[in-house]
């Protein structure tokens, strides 16, 4: 399994847009890599998800160089409600034919947002 | 849809006892997943299975058992309860897309 490397935590002012950048260092050709959102005493919520390049989608971008040894979340504008733990999850493959994923969580990136 | 349910919400045991954690869901996904969470960690996988009748250790399965039912269910099971055990478990299932779904969760506290 890829190891994942995040910052423990971070701060941001509302409006901001913020950067949580991951480290994967040993990711394989097949792997994705995925970014879930948890809130206090909530399971976790998928955010995104990619391969390589920019992928956006209608909460965040994100951005994965083309080496794939690091993938950058991106939230535009955040909010107080953006205030949550994100996990940066590195895995594959893709599909349910009966085949199976088995995935990390890390300790995460703990998000504050002030207002 | 309900998506991923479990039962129960809260349980407090002691040590020695059993219990059995449930879990469902709606979507029609192959893979489950049984997952514990400790205060201020991530989460880590205790067993998982691929499809209906199926079953794999995770990275934490000592002191568990699990039972993929059917293809909606899959159910955790404590033997003989320890406080080690104490943690907030949740089940999620997984799309072919890579999304996993969670549940909601079930806090366990092992006194």
């Known amino acids: 399994l890829a190891k994942t490397t995040q910052p423990i935590s971070m701060d941001s002012y509302e409006g901001q847009e913020v950067n949580i950048t991951c480290s994967h260092n040993?990711?394989?050709?097949?792997?994705?890599i995925t970014w879930y959102q948890q809130f206090p005493s909530q399971g976790p919520r998928f955010i995104i998800q990619?391969?390589?390049t920019k992928v956006t989608n209608e909460v965040a971008s994100l951005f994965i160089p083309a080496d794939r040894k690091s993938s950058t979340l991106s939230l535009p504008r955040v909010s107080l409600s953006d205030t949550a733990v994100y996990y940066c999850?590195?895995?594959?493959?893709?599909?349910?034919?009966?085949?199976?994923?088995?995935?990390?969580f890390g300790t995460g990136t703990k998000l504050q947002v002030i207002p | 849809n309900a998506g991923v349910t479990q039962t129960p919400k809260f349980q407090v045991l002691k040590t020695g006892q059993s219990m059995t954690l449930q879990c469902a869901q709606d979507?029609?996904?192959?893979?489950m997943y049984w997952y514990r969470q400790d205060p201020g960690m991530g989460l880590r996988l205790i067993y998982y299975?691929?499809?209906?009748?199926?079953?794999d250790k995770g990275e934490v399965p000592n002191g568990y058992n699990v039972s993929r039912l059917n293809k909606r269910e899959f159910s955790l099971r404590l033997e003989s309860a320890a406080p080690s055990q104490t943690s907030v478990y949740f089940c999620?299932?997984?799309?072919?897309?890579?999304?996993?779904?969670f549940g909601p969760g079930t806090r366990l506290t092992v006194l």
């Open positions: 999620a299932s997984r799309t072919g897309d890579n999304e996993q779904f």
């Open positions: 040993n990711i394989a050709t097949n792997d994705y």
């Open positions: 990619g391969y390589k």
């Open positions: 999850l590195v895995g594959g493959p893709l599909g349910d034919s009966g085949g199976y994923q088995k995935v990390t």
């Open positions: 979507m029609n996904h192959n893979s």
């Open positions: 299975s691929a499809s209906e009748g199926t079953t």
